[in-house]
């Protein structure tokens, strides 16, 4: 049986992070430890890290991940952006080494219409960079794939690939996010579709570059390239195919972690977690 668990909050305190994991029942956590919307890495006092340790291994150290703030873009020319996002994946990186969690999960970002191939050396330099910059000897960088809007880079498993094959380094892989694959032209609608999709992800990328899944429905349907998440089973894939997700063997290992909205629109709950252990029993 995979591991399930959700985006939870961690606000006054990284620790906070495991009980209120735990009061939905969720086995595996992410966090975003600096506000999402805006510039900035985390960075933990000797005591933080002190104090976060004890907690994670109080809880039987779960999987648990960092997801970087949404501006970082690996593949823009503009002269704020480009060392913004390479010193915030830096710190990041550095962070949850200090810590010692397991990942940062991250979007590479837009090419603004230049184009993937044009992208890619902008991308890879910038993903060494802040893999040298910042050293992490435990930590591992993940390659979230995209909704698919507005250029975004990693829409398509081909493009995830490219880049993993370019940086060539152990401590990259990947995150495979059901709702953006959907919304970019992958079907998971049925229990072939799925496995057709986790089929071409290991075709393509490979399952040993698979870190995490992100277990969100869709509001919109098939390649409507609109990344907006639903509660899982009440969006356009349904439950057939998160069931046959769940019940993959060669997921079994996996941490599927919700970013669904919730039934209170507040984010992942316990109804939700007890939707996907339904979905996995």
């Not at 006092?45 to 703030?69: I, L, M, N, Q, W």
Request: glycine content about 10%; proline content about 6%; hydrophobic content about 40%.
């Amino acid at each position: 049986m995979p591991i399930l668990g959700a985006h939870v909050e961690a606000r006054h305190g990284l620790w906070n992070a495991f009980p209120n994991a735990a009061a939905i029942g969720a086995e595996a956590i992410q966090v975003h430890p600096t506000p999402p919307g805006f510039w900035g890495s985390p960075k933990p006092s000797d005591e933080d890290v002190e104090k976060f340790k004890a907690a994670y291994a109080e809880a039987g150290r779960p999987p648990f991940y960092f997801h970087a703030v949404y501006l970082i873009n690996l593949a823009s020319d503009d002269p704020k952006v480009n060392p913004r996002s390479e010193s915030t994946l830096t710190g990041y990186l550095h962070a949850a080494d200090k810590l010692g969690i397991n990942g940062v999960i991250f979007h590479v970002g837009s090419h603004r219409g230049d184009g993937f191939e044009s992208s890619l050396p902008k991308v890879t330099a910038r993903i060494k960079g802040a893999l040298a910059r910042s050293d992490p000897q435990q930590t591992r960088l993940l390659i979230e794939n995209n909704a698919g809007a507005g250029g975004c880079v990693g829409a398509r498993f081909e493009e995830i690939q490219a880049i993993l094959a370019a940086v060539d380094d152990r401590r990259v892989g990947a995150c495979f996010d059901t709702c953006h694959a959907f919304a970019s032209g992958y079907d998971l609608r049925t229990p072939d579709q799925a496995r057709d999709t986790l089929d071409e992800w290991a075709r393509v990328i490979g399952l040993a570059r698979l870190e995490a899944v992100h277990c969100n429905d869709s509001m919109t349907g098939l390649g409507s390239m609109r990344d907006r998440h639903q509660n899982v089973g009440l969006g356009e894939i349904g439950e057939a195919g998160f069931r046959a997700l769940l019940h993959d063997p060669r997921l079994e290992e996996t941490p599927f972690i919700l970013e669904v909205p919730g039934f209170e629109g507040t984010g992942p709950d316990a109804a939700n977690m007890d939707i996907l252990r339904r979905l996995a029993a």
